[in-house]
């Protein structure tokens, strides 16, 4: 079993920044591949990035291509994403996620942290 706690959230006016952080625990796990998704009112939730856990090349939604940042800190077991030049459609609640293994899907999800970007 995965715990992921997500923080780093907030209030932003456009063409600001906020760096989230995700902190993986539990015991015995394995982690393939983790990633960010969002979730915006009344919209179904949307890939936003994804970051293999040894080695490889990340993966980003159109919509944040250039603007976001995905890293990680594989002696924490921590996720980040840099947001930069946030607008207002980025307002959602963004939720951190882990695959154990290659064959499989995103089985962990953090309780999300919301992101509120004011015009």
């Known amino acids: 079993q995965v715990q992921l706690v997500e923080s780093g959230g907030g209030l932003v006016e456009a063409g600001g920044s906020l760096r989230l952080s995700c902190a993986a625990s539990?015991?015995?796990?394995?982690?393939?591949?983790m990633a960010w998704f969002r979730q915006a009112p009344g919209k179904e939730r949307e890939f936003v990035a994804a970051?293999?856990?040894?080695?490889?090349?990340?993966t980003y939604a159109d919509s944040v291509k250039g603007r976001f940042a995905i890293s990680r800190d594989n002696a924490k077991n921590t996720v980040y994403l840099q947001m930069n030049s946030l607008k207002p459609e980025d307002t959602a609640v963004y939720y951190c996620?882990?695959?154990?293994?290659?064959?499989?899907?995103?089985?962990?999800w953090g309780q999300g942290t919301q992101v509120t970007v004011s015009s």
């Open positions: 970051i293999p856990w040894n080695g490889g090349t990340t």
């Open positions: 539990g015991r015995s796990f394995s982690i393939n591949r």
């Open positions: 996620a882990v695959k154990p293994y290659v064959l499989g899907k995103y089985d962990y």
